[in-house]
């Protein structure tokens, strides 16, 4: 099974600063992989896709890049809305097993 | 619109069963796949498994094999997960998600919080 490695855990920052975070593949997963951010009570939402396209409806504040087992989500000028949590997934065959997460707070 | 409507909370004695509910509506069913997520309280996401809605076919991750059922009631476009002989660590919010491809989860449903306690 793939394993996916996020960090940092966590993470406090004011708005207006820039933020990336990472995941490791155990393994190439070819860029199949989706960020996720989790508001506290409420379900995931697509961030990003296939690596580097953003959702429908997502902020052009939020990118993402990489390829083979290291990739990154950067959030450029963080608002308030974007404090909550992050995961990644990957898609490069089942198990689809997910980040660890990391929760984004407000300093 | 496009949504996934899960059945409202549950609590449960360990040894019972759960039955959650997800019902599609907004597209056609069985044109995307079904996936099921554990959260654990205060924890991230875990992949269960996932379901094809065109065939019925389930598929579980190791850590989800054995109590676990995943199952369709097509004609009312509609996602069942079974949890069978409940144990306390079961407790957590479970989620349905549509996967598109093999690409992402895009619609998510709201999520049931099942609890498991004596």
């Known amino acids: 099974d793939i394993q996916m490695t996020q960090s940092p855990a966590s993470l406090s920052v004011s708005v207006g600063e820039t933020v990336t975070i990472t995941c490791r593949a155990s393994e190439n997963i070819y860029s199949n992989l989706a960020w996720y951010q989790q508001k506290q009570g409420k379900s995931p939402q697509l961030l990003v896709y296939a690596a580097t396209n953003l959702a429908d409806g997502v902020p052009s504040r939020f990118s993402g890049s990489g390829s083979g087992t290291q990739y990154s989500l950067k959030i450029n000028s963080l608002q308030s809305e974007d404090f909550g949590s992050y995961y990644c997934q990957h898609f490069w065959g089942t198990p689809y097993t997910f980040g660890g997460g990391t929760k984004l707070e407000i300093k | 619109q496009i949504q996934l409507v899960q059945s409202g909370p549950e609590l449960k004695k360990p040894g019972e069963t759960v039955k959650i509910s997800c019902k599609a509506s907004?597209?056609?069913?069985?044109?995307?796949?079904m996936h099921w997520v554990k959260q654990a309280p205060g924890k991230g996401l875990k992949w269960m498994g996932w379901?094809?809605?065109?065939?019925?076919?389930?598929t579980y991750a190791d850590d989800f094999k054995g109590r676990f059922a995943f199952s369709l009631e097509t004609s009312a476009s509609t996602a069942y997960l079974q949890i069978n002989n409940l144990k306390n660590e079961d407790t957590a919010t479970y989620f349905c998600?549509?996967?598109?491809?093999?690409?992402?989860?895009?619609?998510w449903g709201a999520g049931t919080t099942v609890t498991v306690s004596s």
């Open positions: 907004g597209y056609t069913f069985t044109d995307y796949s």
């Open positions: 379901i094809n809605t065109e065939t019925g076919e389930p």
């Open positions: 998600a549509r996967g598109d491809g093999d690409w992402y989860f895009d619609v």
